[in-house]
């Protein structure tokens, strides 16, 4: 039976807790319960190694990350940002007309060769992401795209599969998309609406540890 990590790393957390204000608990135990001697010092040095701890292990400034389709914010969030997210769409006259050129396969190699180029030695630190728009779970993949195609008139169906801000077809398609989608662009993160993420979940599970 497998055991969900998620639980063990709380119990782990719990646990080591627990050991540190016994130890704690000891210590007062020994001067105070035993040979009746009054010492702040030891309540002091754990002060001091908890608050060193916390500065030591916080970023200085929490990770920022940055959104968008388009050449100059990707620019700016490559040299800025610790994710660079791609949602894939571009509003054009005035923001009410939606330019999906960018979900085809040679806008995304485009973006990508612009973060890339951007970044510079930031590249490898960087995270890059991906706006899923759409989850469908079915058996009948090809079926759900022409559907979302009815929709999206200025891309075929076969662009629809292949960009990675749409998740469609069963499970295990699902995430070989997503292993695919990492292999060619390099994105290990993806971000949804919330209505996703149930239907998200058993493919996160597939996928923890990978």
Do not use: P
């Given at each position: 039976m497998a055991i969900d990590t998620g639980l063990l790393t709380n119990i782990g957390f719990y646990v080591s807790i627990a050991i540190v204000f016994s130890v704690l608990a000891?210590?007062?135990?020994?001067?105070?319960?035993?040979?009746?001697l009054f010492n702040a010092g030891i309540a002091g040095f754990f002060l001091v190694g908890a608050y060193v701890t916390a500065i030591a292990i916080t970023p200085l400034s929490p990770p920022i990350?940055?959104?968008?389709?388009?050449?100059?914010?990707?620019t700016l969030a490559?040299?800025?940002?610790?994710?660079?997210n791609l949602t894939g769409i571009t509003f054009t006259q005035g923001g009410t007309v939606p330019d999906m050129s960018g979900w085809k396969v040679a806008g995304i190699d485009e973006r990508m060769r612009v973060v890339r180029e951007?970044?510079?030695q930031r590249l490898s630190r960087l995270e890059l992401s991906?706006?899923?728009q759409r989850v469908i779970v079915t058996d009948r993949r090809r079926e759900a795209a022409e559907e979302l195609q009815k929709s999206w008139k200025q891309l075929s169906v076969e662009e629809i599969l292949e960009a990675p801000y749409v998740l469609i077809g069963t499970v295990d398609e699902m995430v070989e998309a997503l292993h695919a989608r990492r292999d060619r662009w390099g994105i290990s993160y993806f971000v949804t609406f919330e209505p996703y993420l149930e239907t998200l979940a058993p493919i996160v599970?597939?996928?923890?540890g990978k």
């Open positions: 000891l210590g007062f135990n020994l001067q105070w319960g035993y040979t009746g990350i940055i959104g968008g389709n388009g050449f100059r914010l990707l490559a040299k800025e940002a610790d994710t660079v951007a970044a510079g991906a706006q899923l599970a597939r996928l923890a």
